[in-house]
């Protein structure tokens, strides 16, 4: 299966070098196409640099999967995975995995990760995608637990293969060298991080994260990573309202 690897970390991440690698352990056809730059917090956004109309593409080698056909570009991830699945990559690719995040993307704040943003942004083509989180702590110490999100990959492409077209996982692994089973999750209210203005004036202001302090509800993605339990949560892109009855508001 031709699969396409991105993230919102840049195409420098070690998520990045760690997802291509297990994808191509699992038998996968790979193909990296990541932002050239750092694009966390882009969510769906299909901007991109322009010269001349045209987005700037560079072919790069990846030190640790240095045959792998892999490109720098200066885009957001989900303009990367719409230019990808609209013509740009030939052959297109079945499956879009993202990831891995440095940082979990947890709650309904997934809405503002570029990660996730790139998995919906397949999903609403009618592809499948993964996006893949490491719950890294907001100020962090020693080294990360890559090796345990891959390790899960086989077995959560395997459920991902069983579902409809157009469906999204996302993926949470606590960075911790011991992980307890894998369990659904539904979303938390928030996430585990949230963003404040801590101080502002009339011609700027700056925005600090703070890590949630509210407990997080039972079963929730948040309260089972924070237990040690990778998390699997299925997304859907933005859809009606159907709690809004409008046609009887508009009477």
Do not use: C
Not at 120 to 146: C, K, M, N
Not at 148 to 158: I, M, S
């Amino acid at each position: 299966m031709r699969v396409l690897v991105t993230n919102d970390d840049g195409v420098e991440s070690p998520g990045l070098a760690v997802l291509t690698r297990a994808a191509l352990d699992a038998g996968l056809d790979v193909v990296v196409a990541a932002p050239a730059e750092q694009s966390s917090g882009a969510s769906a956004a299909i901007i991109a640099t322009r010269e001349n109309g045209r987005t700037p593409v560079t072919r790069v080698t990846l030190p640790d999967t240095p045959d792998v056909e892999a490109y720098a570009v200066q885009a957001q991830p989900g303009h990367i995975v719409l230019a990808a699945l609209r013509g740009w990559l030939d052959p297109v690719p079945e499956l879009v995995l993202s990831g891995i995040n440095h940082g979990a993307n947890v709650g309904r704040a997934v809405l503002h990760s570029g990660t996730v943003g790139a998995a919906l942004t397949a999903g609403v083509v009618g592809v499948r995608a993964l996006a893949v989180s490491l719950d890294v702590a907001l100020h962090p110490e020693g080294d990360r637990h890559w090796s345990g999100a891959a390790k899960l990959l086989p077995d959560v492409l395997d459920l991902l293969a069983g579902t409809g077209a157009g469906t999204v996982l996302s993926l949470n692994v606590p960075d911790r060298p011991q992980l307890r089973d894998l369990r659904h999750a539904t979303l938390a209210p928030f996430g585990t991080v949230q963003t404040r203005v801590d101080s502002a004036d009339d011609s700027s202001w700056q925005l600090a994260e703070v890590e949630v302090e509210d407990e997080p509800a039972d079963g929730s993605d948040s309260a089972l990573l924070a237990a040690g339990h990778p998390t699997l949560t299925a997304l859907s892109s933005v859809s009606e309202d159907t709690s809004v009855d409008l046609a009887q508001l508009l009477r």
